[in-house]
């Protein structure tokens, strides 16, 4: 069976939505989502607020209730028939989100296996014969399968993988 | 660089020397380690004993304060200069175990990087050009590179791969 190693935040669980909803809650504000192309939540606010959004992912907690992207969970069921597949994502960056994200997946993907997950660093370690991924830095150094972008507001600009805008295209490339 | 890929319990950190140690501590008595080739602790003491012993890796806080192994810190180190170096732990099977095991390598090998840290279930996702590690289940499907057997009670029956029977044998190796 072909591996395919799948990113969490901002392939199968939605942080960039989370991060946006609590900076507008927090700050009574709202996000001007046009200048998002290319960039960061925290890119495009007042610095002063900057350095809290920045911090959101050392809260405890805030990985455990993000929204899952919509037909996340019934692709990967049916991934899993045809495919070997894995969630591969950088927690290590943040530690505090260990048992969030351990029981996020409990939750939101119940028939998933523990042995199917990594945490991890650098994703050069993960030999897979694809990696979709919203980060160029991981797609990058990913040498063992095809690296594939999935769509986020701060890559809007890279054009040198596969792209995915959303689970329809993962779906339609897959199966 | 090549890859080396470093399992943690019982190459690294000395899982079965605290699960006796403990094992001993609470029954009041003594292993009889002549017994332990090609065994694990709970296959050679009385069965009612053996359930708490298997749970003993369920244990906030087990993982802890193992012993680090003779030589590891120095031999990491070492290996650092010429390799790159990635600790790959079945830390998904104890999810209680997460914080415990990055704190561990924070205190015993404090140069140590999170981006070269991986907790993961199966261990075919990894490609190394070496697995170092004490289980068969984990060697046999490992493809990318070479799988290397350390020495620990439970595998002394296995002829099917390189062995290491401690870090200096590791250090001539690789070094």
């Not at 890559?155 to 689970?167: A, G, I, P, S």
Request: proline residues 4%.
């Amino acid at each position: 069976m072909k591996k395919i190693a799948l990113d969490m935040d901002d392939v199968i669980a939605d942080y960039v939505g989370k991060a946006i909803k609590t900076y507008e809650e927090e700050f009574d504000t709202k996000v001007d989502k046009s200048l998002m192309d290319g960039k960061k939540v925290w890119q495009i606010i007042p610095e002063e607020h900057a350095k809290v959004v920045r911090s959101f992912p050392y809260r405890a907690g805030f990985f455990r209730d993000l929204a899952i992207k919509p037909g996340a969970r019934e692709t990967i069921e049916e991934l899993q028939q045809k495919y070997e597949v894995f969630i591969v994502t950088a927690a290590m960056e943040f530690p505090g989100s260990f048992l969030d994200k351990y029981e996020w997946i409990k939750e939101y993907l119940p028939n998933f296996s523990w042995r199917n997950l990594v945490f991890c660093g650098h994703k050069h370690i993960i030999d897979a014969d694809y990696l979709v991924d919203d980060h160029d830095k991981n797609l990058n150094t990913f040498t063992s399968g095809e690296p594939i972008l999935f769509s986020a507001p701060h890559n809007t600009h890279l054009d040198c993988y596969r792209r995915f805008d959303n689970w329809q295209d993962l779906h339609d490339y897959f199966l």
